[in-house]
């Protein structure tokens, strides 16, 4: 080769080099997702899925922030404001009846609505309530659930004293025993007061013959239409912070603690509600499918208790609530 043609090739290289070297890498997708309410256990998913980079491995850029409640986090989803949330199906349902733009893309928690009941009192069933003193916010998904339980067992609601305490309040009534039981999140109230020394007893009310979908992923339909791969990507991510933390918990806690100092002195009752979690995670007909999907039966069941009980005026479209067009499946 001549000296010429050798100079020429080494320019060639170091122009290629400067090309190669000057496109930009794939910047990440932006998503911001909205927790439900202030930190509890079940919300290690996501802080395991960000702090271990799940989701900067399916390309995303996660922005996560604390919620302040079903009725806000809804709006904030509808608006846009936050791409997805983790909201409770009840809320979303009446929001999509008031016209917002709302989707569920993946289910997560199911029936984790009981009644906290003390070991002594010796209450099993939903007949038992009968003569006690119950303590229940009248603006909680628990208290439409109650109002099923009730009318599914023919128990009359005259015969319960029912106390409405200030919203937050209920736990200490129980605590403080002013009241014999009060319902609540499998998932949240019953670490809350184990943590203060006292010992529960619970049942659910799919066990008396309510079984309702609760919280999972909801999509802001507009974002859902542009950004299809982001929703999926998503839930591909956070399936698999579900299936760590169910093998590690500790791990997943240790994910919140990181991000959140301040809850290490939680770390105890965020353990306790996220091991309790994992006994709400699945029905009859998803216990076989992959993370995230949502049965028809399911959410069948779950409006018809928002109907007569919950304040949805009238039976809506299912494939207007829910789909299952998002979640990875299994080959």
């Known amino acids: 080769m001549s000296r010429l043609m050798k100079t020429a090739a080494v320019a060639g290289a170091l122009i290629a080099a400067l090309v190669v070297n000057s496109i930009p890498a794939m910047a990440a997708e932006p998503l911001k997702f909205r927790l439900d309410w202030t930190i509890y256990g079940t919300h290690a998913f996501f802080f395991l899925a960000l702090e271990e980079g799940l989701y900067a491995k399916q390309g995303l850029d996660v ?27 009840a809320t979303m349902l009446a929001g999509i009846e008031q016209g917002m733009p ?19 009192d010796n209450i099993k069933k939903i007949s038992d309530l ?18 099923a339980a009730l009318a599914a067992n023919n128990v009359d609601p005259g015969k319960i004293n ?14 403080q025993r ?14 809350q007061i184990e943590a203060q020394g006292h010992k529960v007893s619970y049942f659910k009310f799919s066990d008396v013959g309510v079984a309702v979908m609760n919280n999972g992923i909801v999509a802001n339909t507009n974002y859902l239409a542009a950004k299809p791969e982001a929703v999926k990507a998503f839930i591909l991510a956070t399936g698999q912070a579900v299936a760590i933390a169910k093998s590690d918990p500790d791990r ?5 603690i990181k991000r959140m100092p301040e809850q290490a002195r939680n770390r105890d009752v965020l353990r306790r509600q996220l091991l309790l979690s994992f006994d709400a995670m699945s029905t009859p007909n998803n216990k076989d499918k992959p993370f995230g999907w949502m049965s028809e039966d399911d959410w069948a069941a779950t409006q018809e208790v928002m109907v007569k009980y919950g304040g949805l005026s009238h039976k809506l479209d299912l494939s207007k609530v829910y789909t299952n067009d998002y979640v990875p499946q299994v080959k």
């Open 252 to 256: 997943a806690i240790n994910a919140i």
């Open 130 to 147: 009968e003569g006690k003193v119950v303590a229940v916010g009248p603006g909680e998904s628990t208290a439409i659930f109650l109002r």
């Open 178 to 191: 002013r009241a014999d039981a009060i319902p609540g999140a499998i998932n949240v109230q019953i670490a």
């Open 102 to 120: 709302l989707k569920a893309v993946g289910g997560m928690m199911n029936s984790i609505s009981v009644v906290i009941t003390r070991p002594e």
């Open 162 to 175: 029912m106390l409405s305490p200030a919203f937050g309040a209920k736990n200490a009534l129980f605590m």
């Open 63 to 89: 922005t996560l922030s604390e919620g302040q409640g079903g009725a806000v986090v809804t709006k904030l989803v509808a608006q846009n404001t936050d791409n997805l949330g983790f909201i409770d199906f």
